[in-house]
């Protein structure tokens, strides 16, 4: 998903606000933590390991959003103009 096209990572005019619906990158990377969270620590830390390069395209993509928690993770604080 962060390596395809800039409109499928942008919010939608008519977002619904409901991430498994109009945010599908954003729902597909609180599935990975959740599952990193439940996994024994190797486990988890092979996960998180595997995932950092998406992690980082998307965060070379996106800019910071103001607006969010700072309780949230970091990539639902950030947002693809
Ligand atoms: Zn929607």
Redesign the pocket.
Same mark, same amino acid.
């Given at each position: 998903m962060v390596q395809g096209p800039t409109r499928f990572l942008r919010f939608r005019e008519d977002? %619904?606000g409901?991430k498994e %619906?109009?945010r599908g990158h954003l729902a597909a990377r609180d599935l990975l933590e959740d599952a990193a969270l439940r996994l024994p620590a190797r486990a988890a830390r092979e996960l998180r390991e595997a995932v950092r390069p998406y992690d980082e395209i998307f965060e070379s993509r996106s800019i910071a959003d103001p607006g969010m928690p700072v309780s949230a993770f970091w990539w639902n604080r950030r947002f693809v103009p």
């Open positions: 977002d %619904c409901v %619906c109009c």
